[in-house]
């Protein structure tokens, strides 16, 4: 993969919920390629006078759409592989505009820039020796005329971001504290939820599941014993001891479901939860609080997630005003 398509890769991973482990796992097996008459090579969205291909989907989806089926199965990995798939067109779709917004102001690459581009790959993945590189890139189907168009619109879209997505250096004080008090938990160390919890998988019919788990929340709220209802609905190995995972710490479980445990308010039920292709309810028996790294230890780290997250706000509105003004579909 280029590195555009490495970033969009894992951006495609972070969205879909996919553990990011399992996505960069060796597979155990070759999973053969989806059936599915509509996902045959073709067009698969129109951007103004361009288009986006199937292909060019695929090529994005099929490491992402893999490790989706370790962890889905039956509805839940079809809506899975379905939203995957539609976050590959809109960021292929965003790529497109970005490039014929530099076609626009007519735009061009000095060839050399293509060129150390493709030297700077030869020696650093390839210890410098060209013909393994040419062979890799055989092997991958690609020409060197389509590998140098890749590194030119690379460069044009980094290029793009960076003449478009401006943000002022300087994070004021006041913005510091602000997020540090709102993420406080970020760096809070030792802290433990003693965690109580019902999990209940979609099976074939995911609407009559959800259906069953909203109903369990609701006896839950009205005051039915939480572990009377775990070992009654419970799907998981905690279900004959009344959803009873004790205390649990940061880390002790996964992604998402970690950070949904330690937002829990003590003695509260939390909203029906889906992650990971299951129905989860969480309840927090009791908090022990942890100890916070002090302001000054992590304000650097702070001012790049708020410099990070203004930059992702001003993309978000640039690709807005392109979107708005081209003409766009999606097959």
Known sequence: MTRLANRI???????????????????????APTKDPAFLDGVAATVNTDIVTFSQVRELTGPVENSARASFSGPALAEKVKEIRL???NMLIDRQLIL????????????????ERISETVRTRFGGDRSAFLRTITAQGLTQDKLRKMEEENIIVKYMRG???????????S???KFYSAHRDDWTTNSQVKLRMIKVNPGTDSEKKRKLIEDIRAKAVAGSDFADLARIYSEDSTQDNGGDWGWVKHGDLSGELDRQVF???????????????AFYLLLAEDKKNGTAKPLKEVRDEIEQRIGQQERQKLE????????????????
């Open 9 to 31: 890769f894992l951006s495609l991973i972070l969205a879909s919920g996919v553990p990011i482990s399992k996505a960069f796992a060796a597979p155990k097996k070759e999973v």
């Open 87 to 89: 976050n590959a067109v």
């Open 100 to 115: 014929q917004e530099f076609k626009k102001g007519k735009g061009q690459i000095p060839t050399h820039m293509v060129d």
């Open 163 to 173: 003449k478009e997505i401006k943000t002022d250096s300087l994070v004021s004080m």
């Open 175 to 177: 913005e510091v504290e």
């Open 263 to 277: 937002l829990l308010k003590p003695k509260k039920v939390s909203e029906v939860l889906t992650m990971n292709g």
């Open 316 to 331: 978000q509105a640039w690709m807005a005003r392109l979107r708005k003004k081209a003409y766009i579909k999606i097959y």
